[in-house]
């Protein structure tokens, strides 16, 4: 296992060298500067002095190639750099955001593994069926609905209506303000999970060593635990894993609706006002989670499936 | 029976006019709960660091400036001084300053602060927002160039007196209300990291501040307003979607929520909603922008043209849904300059096409409108405009791009005209140069717009000690503005807030409605929060 681990970490350091050399080359095509931007609230006016001191204070004058070395230099030794914004150090910024965005993440995706796996095994042993129907169309709707719209009528119904639950912010940041948002976060990988387990279950059930095991006398329930679940399991592991490494960037719509102070409205925020450090550190942060969570899920296969072996 | 019946309507009456009275009189305690609307963060809570309107909302609770704004009579007053003398000149302010200001930290302000304050904003290394105002004071510019340690024209006569005299004559009030010349203390700003825990000389002190959702400050005891503030506590809840804190407005969950289009017509509507809301016509201007390198645009029946081929007031009822109120040149209403004889261009095709003829162009021309989404002054009001141009022969292509990018557009000259939100006050001689010939492009010019009488008028505006006369050279000026359309003159923006019925003491600030000067806020005992 730790050759495996060892080559998967030192695969992830191109992979993010790439992402970094991106960025940097795309927000210094990009029109616009954090100086223009000052005003991008319609509201501010700035001199343009002011403007000149502040280019030059954060280096935005300098030619790409060297702005570009003096980024390499300070990732290498974990200097993600200074927010222009803030002026205040974007390791910083972003370790602040951290905690509530794994909270939404973490949360959306156990609604969704605790809604959707369920929901596809039932219609899978049921094809056909009204419970098949009916979660197939809750997972179709599901992947259909827009987030912004599911969130919205999440705070109606739960919030206003019924009074149940806020309607936004962090709160203390318990349980109660997390519920809304991450309903609204997970629906999305809940339906996809469920088509998924759905069509998995179905595949197996239909294979040539579950028919050996039912005639040899098994029953169904035996069959379904011993041989249908674990082979199903590969690609719903490999669903989960996806979703859940693209779900901390994925997070911005519902970050922003529900006040929630996550990465992915950090990020939003940040391109708007050109705050290109704040861009860089909060991409590398949700590229490198990607990253890590799928590794973890390629060793998960290995525990889970024994025929699975990396060369 | 009929004397217990005229009790209980005695005892009726009595209540009522105790509960009527008791609504009227301050409440001590509570909490405020006000929201930030205009980004999903703040940008920083150091007010020299940041020109954000959404950063300053917390910046009015946690620091104070030498003046602030005086929103019952339009016009800066002074706050952190007892009394203002000026020199014969005009030039030179000796202010007695407030013996009661204690900064947060419990130490008294001196004119040590006013003076390291503003030091601090004209340091060449940073391009701290607040140095075009501090710029004003003599000497102010050399520390800028890095010419000077110390701003020359800021002198502490004593603990609680200090002199500053000025480059030119102005009304300094206009310039030192701005939160970006807070007055801060030295000792709390150098131990570095400020941002993280201000400490300013605000009526509350800084208590947490949740990246991404909120800050909260608390009651500062030692304000020097006394019995102010009123609440125990002020939360500023970050609330970046319209729809969401419409929501958690209804649910009661905030005390107050700017309103856009789509809401204002529903809470006016609403029988309940409609009793809280306060509106202000902010100083913005909505304008189309023409560049006159662009050859028809140099041509003033052409601008004129256009503000008489498009009927700005139904855009305004139908699509702004009357959130805005028709410009008539460029001053706001709450300005003292602005002329209220004054009628706006009226909506005239056919003498729009007369004019188009008269000026060459009888079979119209095209032209590129460089434009952001915003729903008030962007792409849905350019989608607008394009058949009213359309039928006086004028072909409009809409050009989208970032607000970003539509500020650089516009200090380039890269445009052929753009459409925008313009700063248009609280000071109307800083607002109008920015049409004055030797103010570039780059400052604020970005019409180019050069013309020798309105020229000669600011000049006068500038030199008259009397503020009337002043007043009267700018309308002149003002007027003048209206008759050369440099500008397609859209609307003053109408800022509108709706508030919950347990708070009181909301102010209908035009310089912008969420600066709210929290000490005057409180909320009732109906409250539902603690």
């Known amino acids: 296992m730790l050759p495996i681990l060892a080559r998967r970490v030192a695969n992830i350091i191109p992979t993010l060298a790439a992402v970094v050399a991106l960025v940097f080359l795309l927000f210094s095509v990009l029109p616009g500067s954090f100086v223009s931007a000052m005003n991008e609230d319609g509201r501010s006016n700035i001199d343009p002095a002011v403007m000149e001191r502040m280019r030059k204070e954060m280096g935005l004058d300098d030619p790409v190639t060297t702005r570009f070395a003096k980024y390499v230099a300070n990732i290498v030794v974990g200097d993600l750099g200074t927010s222009f914004r803030t002026r205040e150090p974007v390791t910083k910024l972003i370790s602040a955001r951290v905690w509530p965005s794994l909270k939404l993440v973490f949360a959306a995706m156990c609604f969704a593994i605790a809604v959707g796996v369920p929901l596809g095994f039932l219609a899978a042993l049921r094809p056909g069926s009204a419970i098949d129907t009916a979660s197939m169309v809750g997972a179709i709707s599901g992947l259909s609905l827009s987030q912004f719209w599911l969130g919205l009528m999440l705070m109606y119904l739960f919030a206003l209506q019924l009074k149940w639950l806020p309607s936004f912010g962090y709160g203390d940041g318990g349980i109660r303000h997390l519920i809304l948002p991450a309903v609204a976060l997970g629906v999305g990988p809940m339906a996809l999970l469920a088509r998924t387990t759905r069509a998995a279950v179905l595949d197996v059930l239909n294979a040539d060593f579950v028919r050996t095991a039912r005639s040899k006398g098994m029953t169904e329930?035996?069959?379904?635990?011993?041989?249908?679940?674990?082979?199903?399991?590969?690609?719903?592991?490999?669903?989960?894993?996806l979703q859940f490494g693209s779900l901390m960037g994925a997070a911005v719509v519902v970050e922003k609706l529900f006040s929630w102070p996550g990465v992915g409205s950090l990020l939003v925020d940040s391109v708007f006002q050109r705050d290109i450090p704040t861009v860089q550190g909060c991409i590398l942060l949700?590229?490198?989670?990607?990253?890590?969570?799928?590794?973890?899920?390629?060793?998960?296969?290995?525990?889970?499936?024994?025929?699975?072996?990396?060369? | 029976m009929r004397r217990l019946v005229w009790l209980a309507a005695v005892a009726f009456t009595i209540l009522?006019?105790?509960?009527?009275?008791?609504?009227?009189?301050?409440?001590?305690?509570?909490?405020?709960?006000?929201?930030?609307?205009?980004?999903?963060?703040?940008g920083s809570l150091d007010p020299?660091?940041?020109?954000?309107?959404?950063?300053?909302?917390?910046?009015?609770?946690?620091?104070?400036?030498?003046?602030?704004?005086?929103?019952?009579?339009?016009?800066?007053?002074?706050?952190?001084?007892?009394?203002?003398?000026?020199?014969?000149?005009?030039?030179?302010?000796?202010?007695?300053?407030?013996?009661?200001?204690?900064?947060?930290?419990?130490?008294?302000?001196?004119?040590?602060?006013?003076?390291?304050?503003?030091?601090?904003?004209?340091?060449?290394?940073?391009?701290?927002?607040?140095?075009?105002?501090?710029?004003?004071?003599?000497?102010?510019?050399?520390?800028?160039?890095?010419?000077?340690?110390?701003?020359?024209?800021?002198?502490?006569?004593?603990?609680?007196?200090?002199?500053?005299?000025?480059?030119?004559?102005?009304?300094?009030?206009?310039?030192?209300?701005?939160g970006t010349t807070a007055i801060l203390p030295r000792e709390e700003v150098e131990k570095g990291?400020?941002?993280?825990?201000?400490?300013?000389?605000?009526?509350?002190?800084?208590?947490?501040?949740?990246?991404?959702?909120?800050?909260?400050?608390?009651?500062?005891?030692?304000?020097?307003?006394?019995?102010?503030?009123?609440?125990?506590?002020?939360?500023?809840l970050i609330m970046a979607e319209a729809a969401a804190r419409d929501v958690a407005f209804r649910n009661k969950e905030i005390d107050t929520s700017i309103l856009g289009p789509a809401q204002y017509v529903a809470y006016r509507a609403d029988p309940d909603l409609s009793k809280g809301i306060l509106e202000v016509a902010e100083m913005f201007t909505r304008a189309m922008l023409y560049n006159p390198t662009y050859k028809p645009f140099a041509d003033k029946r052409v601008r004129q043209a256009i503000n008489y081929a498009i009927d700005t007031n139904l855009i305004i009822k139908r699509l702004v849904k009357d959130k805005a109120y028709r410009a008539v040149s460029w001053l706001p209403p709450s300005s003292a300059a602005f002329d209220k004889t004054m009628k706006p261009y009226p909506f005239d095709p056919a003498k729009a096409k007369k004019l188009l003829a008269d000026a060459g162009y009888p079979n119209g021309f095209e032209f590129e409108l460089s434009t952001s989404q915003n729903e008030s002054w962007g792409?849905?009001?350019?989608?607008?405009?394009?058949?009213?141009?359309?039928?006086?022969?004028?072909?409009?292509?809409?050009?989208?791009?970032?607000?970003?990018?539509?500020?650089?557009?516009?200090?380039?000259?890269?445009?052929?005209?753009?459409?925008?939100?313009n700063l248009t006050g609280p000071d109307s001689l800083a607002t109008l140069r920015c049409f004055y010939s030797k103010t570039p492009r780059t400052a604020c010019n970005y019409t180019s717009f050069n013309?020798?009488?309105?020229?000669?008028?600011?000049?006068?505006?500038?030199?008259?000690?009397?503020?009337?006369?002043?007043?009267?050279?700018?309308?002149?000026?003002?007027?003048?503005?209206?008759?050369?359309?440099?500008?397609?003159?859209?609307?003053?923006?109408?800022?509108?807030?709706?508030?919950?019925?347990?708070?009181?003491?909301?102010?209908?600030?035009?310089?912008?409605?969420?600066?709210?000067?929290?000490?005057n806020i409180w909320v009732d005992a109906t409250s539902p929060a603690k």
């Open chain 2, 451 to 519: 013309n020798p009488e309105f020229d000669k008028l600011l000049d006068a505006a500038g030199e008259a000690a009397d503020m009337a006369k002043r007043n009267d050279l700018l309308r002149q000026a003002n007027n003048l503005l209206y008759e050369e359309a440099p500008v397609w003159f859209f609307n003053y923006n109408k800022a509108v807030l709706a508030y919950q019925p347990w708070i009181h003491g909301l102010q209908a600030n035009p310089t912008e409605i969420t600066h709210q000067y929290p000490e």
């Open chain 1, 221 to 241: 329930t035996r069959v379904v635990e011993w041989h249908v679940l674990r082979n199903a399991l590969v690609l719903v592991i490999t669903t989960i894993g």
């Open chain 2, 16 to 42: 009522g006019v105790a509960a009527a009275q008791a609504q009227d009189t301050p409440r001590r305690g509570g909490t405020i709960r006000m929201t930030a609307p205009y980004a999903a963060s703040f």
């Open chain 2, 379 to 421: 792409l849905p009001i350019v989608e607008a405009i394009i058949p009213y141009l359309d039928k006086v022969g004028i072909k409009l292509k809409p050009k989208l791009v970032e607000v970003t990018v539509l500020t650089e557009i516009a200090m380039k000259g890269e445009h052929q005209a753009f459409i925008g939100s």
């Open chain 2, 48 to 178: 020299h660091a940041t020109p954000r309107a959404q950063d300053d909302i917390v910046g009015k609770a946690l620091q104070r400036s030498l003046y602030s704004w005086d929103t019952a009579n339009n016009k800066p007053v002074l706050e952190l001084a007892k009394s203002v003398s000026a020199s014969p000149d005009g030039l030179t302010f000796t202010y007695k300053l407030r013996d009661d200001a204690y900064f947060h930290n419990g130490r008294k302000m001196t004119a040590d602060d006013i003076i390291w304050s503003y030091n601090r904003i004209m340091d060449g290394t940073k391009g701290f927002p607040g140095a075009r105002y501090v710029r004003i004071i003599k000497g102010a510019v050399d520390v800028e160039k890095g010419q000077a340690k110390e701003i020359s024209g800021l002198k502490k006569i004593d603990d609680f007196t200090l002199e500053m005299t000025l480059t030119e004559r102005v009304e300094p009030g206009y310039y030192f209300f701005a």
């Open chain 1, 286 to 311: 949700i590229v490198t989670f990607f990253l890590v969570i799928n590794t973890l899920i390629d060793l998960a296969y290995v525990a889970i499936d024994p025929r699975i072996r990396y060369g």
């Open chain 2, 193 to 236: 990291n400020y941002g993280a825990h201000p400490v300013g000389l605000g009526p509350f002190k800084f208590k947490e501040h949740i990246p991404g959702s909120r800050v909260v400050a608390e009651r500062w005891d030692k304000f020097y307003k006394p019995g102010k503030p009123y609440a125990d506590k002020l939360e500023v």
